[in-house]
């Protein structure tokens, strides 16, 4: 039974917040009558959770707790109508509730889960349709929702963890940037008389006090074009492929570009192996896992293995014949086709491979931190010094 949030007035003018159950809206306005209260306002819970819900954007997290629980349900004996039932009565976000109510619809129509899921409108890749329909053929849905999950998991978990490790720098590079400009505006102009003298000051103390003075005076101005140059910069990178290709020029910057590579071949080798290990056919798994890589030249790559291994190379041979792993990755994808174990070795790599992919990131913020620091320090350090020159200079004539 639904319940509803309430504000009324009780016989003494007294004012109430509440919550109570009723089937509807009408026999709740009536049961608060009979309590002798006069309604002010009355909603359903579940149309505040979805007014709030429409005001939220719908996060990675929200889809992947929303697959987890619907893989507990069906590991745990619940058939699929039943639990894609009970999600679309659920407190998730409002475009996951329905997208299971439309689910659950196409179900009792008698479409299979499958299908009910690619048209439920959820941002999934490719791969967690794929994973369920090689879930369908099994009989172990369940499983390969939840092995969707984990992958799905995963990638956020990488995304979040590039994030925050450049969080750092950025706010380190920003302030810096900021108290540059700070000293520029606020504190050369004050020694801006000594441009009187201009043809008697160093060259140095002549630009720095050139430079402040018009900072201060331009400062709207200035503050202006750097408003429009960040704008300019977030809507250019909103574009189609901009993204990507920035991506692909980074990694052939030393150190950056090795992370970038860990990283993507990590997520390469985690989605084959879920796609493998579910009984995906295997040039399907290659061509799903080449479209999740993230940078380019990655991709072209891969999709030259898979080309190969649809020629008939294995795929240990593929790989090491256009350069896409290292010798212990040869090693591990071999050892696993011959063993029967490939599934289990792509995991074990993937996990090789982000840890590297860590390590790659941790020397990067030992590098990008004193860097930024030294860079900053030196701009402070120019600007002060030309301050310095143009007092010493000042004086001197004085003299």
């Known amino acids: 039974m639904p319940r509803f949030r309430y504000q009324a007035v009780n016989s003494e003018g007294m004012a109430f917040n509440g919550a109570l159950r009723a089937d509807n809206e009408r026999a709740a306005a009536r049961a608060l009558e009979r309590r002798g209260m006069t309604v002010i306002a009355l909603h359903s819970e579940q149309s505040l959770a979805a007014d709030a819900g429409r005001r939220r954007r719908l996060k990675p997290t929200d889809v992947i707790l929303a697959l987890q629980e619907l893989a507990t349900m069906l590991n745990s004996g619940v058939t699929v109508a039943d639990a894609v039932s009970a999600q679309a009565v659920s407190a998730h976000h409002p475009k996951i509730v329905a997208a299971f109510a439309g689910m659950s619809r196409g179900l009792q129509r008698g479409q299979q889960f499958s299908a009910t899921l690619a048209a439920s409108g959820l941002p999934l890749p490719e791969y967690v349709l794929q994973l369920a329909r090689a879930g369908e053929m099994t009989g172990e849905l369940g499983r390969a929702l939840a092995d969707a999950a984990a992958q799905l998991e995963y990638e956020h978990d990488l995304r979040s963890e590039m994030r925050n ?42 630009a720095v006090l050139g430079l402040g003075t018009w900072s201060n005076r331009n400062g709207i101005y200035l503050l202006v074009v750097v408003v429009l140059a960040g704008f300019g910069l977030a809507q250019w990178l909103r574009r189609p492929g901009v993204k990507e290709s920035l991506l692909d020029r980074l990694a052939h910057v030393p150190v950056v570009g090795d992370w970038l590579i860990e990283s993507d071949t990590a997520r390469w080798a985690k989605i084959l192996g879920a796609l493998l290990g579910n009984r995906v056919p295997l040039m399907r798994a290659l061509e799903l896992a080449q479209s999740g890589l993230s940078l380019p030249h990655r991709r072209s790559r891969m999709g030259e ?62 590098l990008i931190e004193p860097i930024a620091i030294l860079v900053i320090g030196s701009l402070i350090g120019t600007i002060i010094m030309g301050v310095i020159l143009a007092i010493t200079s000042a004086n001197d004539l004085a003299i």
Do not use: C
């Open 305 to 366: 293995v898979t080309r190969a291994v649809r020629g008939g190379s294995a795929l240990a041979d593929a790989l090491e014949d256009h350069d896409a792993l290292t010798a212990t990755g040869y090693n591990l994808i071999r050892v696993g086709e011959r063993s029967g174990q490939l599934p289990s070795m792509l995991e074990s790599l993937a996990r090789l491979y982000e840890q590297a992919g860590r390590n790659r990131m941790k020397r990067l913020l030992i």
């Open 165 to 206: 490790a450049l969080t750092y720098p950025a706010v380190l590079v920003v302030a810096g940037a900021a108290a540059v400009l700070l000293m520029f505006v606020f504190v050369v102009p004050k020694f801006a008389s000594l441009l009187a003298r201009a043809d008697d000051l160093p060259f140095l103390a002549w």
